[in-house]
């Protein structure tokens, strides 16, 4: 089985008292258009060997990273959640950090309903994403990937969207109706913000979700669904490390990598995933 960034881990440091629980979920069962998702976690795992361990300043190998075995996606969609909700919440009730490597987006809802459920208190989401994933049981999947949004925010968890540039009027009335802050890539892009702030009443416990076509095919064209004028990945980044300011980062998924052959954009994911667990120690508390 491989590891997350195996070549550098001490042994003490890849144990049972890891920080971070990277969780492989090789989920591809609702895309919608390109295929590939379900072999994204491998992808990212063997690019991983390549990263160091110094990232922006910090250094979250010394916090420990254990890799668990992927999770068991055959069956009906609500067990595979099911198995995916109790991975996350053993996780966040032993004090560690679910990272959820997927697969398609509709893992996020397994991976945030089992951390919701360990920690019992508000949680708020970050989604970097092309999609604003708020359509109610597209093409009659209640789990679909581009359902996800619409099933966390029916379940009270507060939605904070940025670089989305294509959706729906669906989606368009059900950001309203839940509430859902939102900058979309247009706004983002042009404008060259990296730094939004969230609403002062934003829960204090974020949860991230990372979806690899939020950034532009140019940056990262190894998705199902790339959608032009997408963020940058430095833009993308800070917008996340801004929101995360001042809050706690809880879990966090990085989802719809499909590997397309170039070493290139398995190593992006990689990166992205190592950068996220640098933010998550740096709100720690």
Same mark, same amino acid.
């Given at each position: 089985m491989s590891v997350f960034m195996d070549s550098e881990l001490t042994a003490e440091e890849r144990g %049972?008292?890891? @920080? @971070? &629980?990277?969780? #492989?979920? #090789? /989920? %591809? &069962?609702?895309v919608s258009y390109g295929a590939g998702t379900g072999r994204g976690p491998a992808a990212i795992l063997d690019a991983s060997n390549e990263l160091e361990r110094l990232c922006a300043g910090r250094e979250p190998c010394k916090d420990g990273i254990l890799t668990e075995t992927p999770l068991d996606c055959d069956g009906p969609m609500p067990d595979v959640m099911t198995r995916l909700a109790q991975r996350t919440e053993g996780a966040a009730r032993a004090g560690r950090i679910p990272v959820t490597l997927g697969g398609e987006h509709s893992l996020t809802y397994g991976a945030v309903t089992g951390i919701a459920r360990a920690l019992g208190r508000p949680l708020g989401l970050v989604q970097i994403d092309a999609h604003a994933d708020l359509r109610v049981a597209y093409e009659g999947e209640l789990h +679909?990937?581009? +359902?996800?949004?619409?099933? /966390?925010?029916?379940?009270?968890? &507060? /939605?904070?969207? @940025?670089g989305v540039r294509a959706l729906c009027a669906e989606e368009v009335d059900s950001r309203a109706r839940n509430g859902v802050f939102w900058r979309d890539a247009e706004e983002l892009v042009t404008g060259g913000h990296h730094k939004i702030d969230l609403p002062g009443d934003f829960p204090d416990l974020v949860y991230v979700s990372f979806d690899l076509d939020g950034l532009d095919p140019s940056q990262m064209p190894a998705t199902g669904t790339p959608v032009p004028g997408g963020l940058g990945y430095y833009q993308a980044l800070h917008l996340v490390e801004n929101a995360l300011r001042g809050r706690r980062c809880i879990g966090f998924d990085v989802v719809e990598l499909a590997p397309d052959g170039n070493a290139a954009w398995d190593f992006t994911a990689a990166q992205i995933v190592y950068r996220l667990m640098a933010n998550c120690i740096d709100g720690r508390k």
């Amino acid at each position: 089985m491989s590891v997350f960034m195996d070549s550098e881990l001490t042994a003490e440091e890849r144990g %049972e008292t890891a @920080f @971070f &629980r990277v969780i #492989p979920v #090789p /989920l %591809e &069962r609702t895309v919608s258009y390109g295929a590939g998702t379900g072999r994204g976690p491998a992808a990212i795992l063997d690019a991983s060997n390549e990263l160091e361990r110094l990232c922006a300043g910090r250094e979250p190998c010394k916090d420990g990273i254990l890799t668990e075995t992927p999770l068991d996606c055959d069956g009906p969609m609500p067990d595979v959640m099911t198995r995916l909700a109790q991975r996350t919440e053993g996780a966040a009730r032993a004090g560690r950090i679910p990272v959820t490597l997927g697969g398609e987006h509709s893992l996020t809802y397994g991976a945030v309903t089992g951390i919701a459920r360990a920690l019992g208190r508000p949680l708020g989401l970050v989604q970097i994403d092309a999609h604003a994933d708020l359509r109610v049981a597209y093409e009659g999947e209640l789990h +679909s990937h581009a +359902s996800v949004m619409h099933l /966390l925010a029916d379940e009270g968890v &507060r /939605l904070a969207q @940025f670089g989305v540039r294509a959706l729906c009027a669906e989606e368009v009335d059900s950001r309203a109706r839940n509430g859902v802050f939102w900058r979309d890539a247009e706004e983002l892009v042009t404008g060259g913000h990296h730094k939004i702030d969230l609403p002062g009443d934003f829960p204090d416990l974020v949860y991230v979700s990372f979806d690899l076509d939020g950034l532009d095919p140019s940056q990262m064209p190894a998705t199902g669904t790339p959608v032009p004028g997408g963020l940058g990945y430095y833009q993308a980044l800070h917008l996340v490390e801004n929101a995360l300011r001042g809050r706690r980062c809880i879990g966090f998924d990085v989802v719809e990598l499909a590997p397309d052959g170039n070493a290139a954009w398995d190593f992006t994911a990689a990166q992205i995933v190592y950068r996220l667990m640098a933010n998550c120690i740096d709100g720690r508390k």
